[in-house]
């Protein structure tokens, strides 16, 4: 993975109910037509539930992996869960990432408190982006999706679904919609059906697979 870029740059933000436009646009250049792969090898994912209960990492699981499939789909990738791997945030960057890679292609999923975050709060509830993209063929092989405790305790089902929804696109590499119906619209609120346009999107960032040195 030497080669790979580290995105220094993410932010990306899912705002409840406020009309505060998104920063994902223009933050981070590598990531212009980049997208995952459809390989034979599943994109792993796994949580850091550390600071939520047992039952609420349960919850989480099964409606993340519920979420996921929604993606895969439509998409054609495929992700496997691996379990709950320990991660470190990192509050200038705004990404987590750990000393564990569960695969060569892995997504990283952490629950924070308000507290443990300057970009949670009231409004913001999430946040998530791309954080490895090869610089050749621009296939993303790592991303990084914070959510809000106080937020998915407070929200109901759908609206922690349309909230997962919308921060696993960003990691798939979508930025927002322009519509109220996609999934990608800047404001999330209960909306966990992808529309037209959310489908087209990702289908459109989807890579052939190529072997990376
Ligand atoms: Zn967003």
């Given at each position: 993975m030497v080669s790979a870029v580290f995105l220094s740059v993410i932010g990306v933000v899912a705002y409840a109910e406020s009309q505060v436009a998104s920063?994902?646009?223009?933050?981070?250049?590598?990531?212009?037509d980049s997208g995952w792969a459809d390989c034979d090898t599943p994109i792993t994912w796994s949580m850091d539930?550390?600071?939520?209960?047992a039952a609420d990492a349960r919850t989480a699981r099964a409606q993340l992996t519920k979420d996921l499939s929604k993606w895969a789909e439509v998409s054609g990738l495929d992700f496997q869960f691996v379990g709950e791997v320990p991660v470190i945030y990192n509050d200038t960057t705004y990404v987590v990432t750990s000393?564990?890679?569960?695969?060569?292609r892995h997504i990283y999923i952490a629950f924070l408190r308000d507290?443990?975050?300057?970009?949670?709060?009231q409004r913001t509830v999430g946040f998530a982006s791309p954080t490895r993209v090869w610089?050749?063929?621009?296939?993303?092989v790592e991303g990084s999706m914070v959510l809000g405790i106080e937020y998915v305790k407070r929200a109901s089902a759908q609206q922690r679904s349309a909230v997962y929804l919308h921060e696993l696109g960003h990691v798939l590499g979508l930025g927002h919609g322009t519509?109220?119906?996609?999934?990608?619209?800047?404001l999330v609120d209960g909306n966990n059906t992808l529309s037209p346009g959310d489908v087209e999107g990702i289908r459109n960032l989807i890579k052939a697979c190529k072997e990376q040195g």
């Open positions: 920063i994902f646009a223009g933050s981070a250049p590598d990531l212009i539930a550390s600071r939520i209960t000393e564990v890679h569960p695969s060569p507290q443990d975050s300057s970009l949670l709060d610089k050749d063929s621009k296939q993303i519509e109220p119906e996609n999934v990608m619209y800047y």
